[in-house]
């Protein structure tokens, strides 16, 4: 049905798109953890706070799972260099998120303030650490990663875990702290009852809101003034074997915005960035809940957009071998793998669309302290 270049090509905006699910689900779950010691005073109003995702936040994980799952089978090369030589990076993130089931199970176990408090504390650490190591990721992926591709295809990494934190890498992570804060934040206001802590809500939003708007922009000059961003020297094949050591790349100043003025239609997703963070923040001062929220999953999808647009066709670039950077056209599994996950995922992901849906339909509301008092199911 499809040839190899449209299979490569659906690939790799499905891995984006799974990537946005990620941050549309999950990101605000990060974000309210985020701010769970500074929105929320007593155990009363931290309860609160913890139960306005406490039905969903197991769920959403399911997109972070079908992310590392689709990159492990449509983009060996991917998976197998990025799991390896960001290993440490990634324990991290797996260990601050291991806090988080924990955190919600655990807090409320024992009648004492000293105890609750250190677990949200432990929520926190798993709602910020995740936030800003994935920032940081996807900085060192703009920026290319210290990796090379011996001739049997073996791959080295040849930086450490300290060498992953630059300034323009821990700009993408702030920048990812601030996004996924303001959705949060969003997330609060249209889920938990009026008062202290839905007015904290806000203003933390509103600052949240503010920086991604001026870290975007910060990051947009970087890329733009910066030897950051590559292109390929030479013909491209679409149809071609999946080998990188075919592919040739050289840094260029100013590359990632290349494909803005060859595909205009582009600028849609940096548009969508900068103007739906604004939409949020007029949305939280005029008090409309439910455009402050559009408008923080707009800002998300935008900013995550803005990167893999500005990449395509690459991947994962390497700094040290331009022989060995990773693209759409060379890093894909064959056309057979590659389809029969198409048929599956056409089967199964309207399937978890459908019960997303369903799950948020069935338990839509706002969380009072007063439900939280009396409803023994709640954390």
Known sequence: MFDYEMLRILWWGLMGVLLIAFALTDGYDL??????????????????????????????QVWFILGGGAIFAAWPFVYAVSFSGFYLAMFLVLAALILRPVGFKYRSKRPDAAWSSRWDWALFVGGFVPA????????????GAPFRLDSDLR?????????????????????????????GSAWLAIKIEHGVVHARAKRFGTVAGILSVLLFAAGWAFVAFTDIGFRIVGEVDPFGPS??????????????????ATYPWMLVAPVLGFGGALLALVGIHRRWEAAAFAGSSASAIGIIATVGLSMFPYILPSSIDMHSSLTVWNASSTPKTLGIMLFVTAIFLPLILAYTAWAYKVMFGRVTTQEVATNPDFY
Do not use: Q
């Open 31 to 60: 974000g309210v953890a985020a701010l769970l010691p500074f929105v929320a005073r007593t155990d009363a109003e931290r309860r609160m706070v913890i139960n306005s995702v406490g039905p969903t936040w197991e769920g959403n």
């Open 132 to 143: 800003l190591v994935f920032g940081v990721a996807v900085g060192n992926v703009l920026s």
């Open 155 to 183: 791959a080295f990494f040849d930086g450490s875990f300290l060498g992953l934190f630059t300034p323009f890498t821990l700009l993408c992570g702030l920048l990812s702290v601030a996004m996924l804060v303001l959705h």
């Open 243 to 260: 080998n990188p050591l075919r592919t040739t790349s050289e840094i260029a100043a100013g590359a990632w915005l290349a494909n803005y």
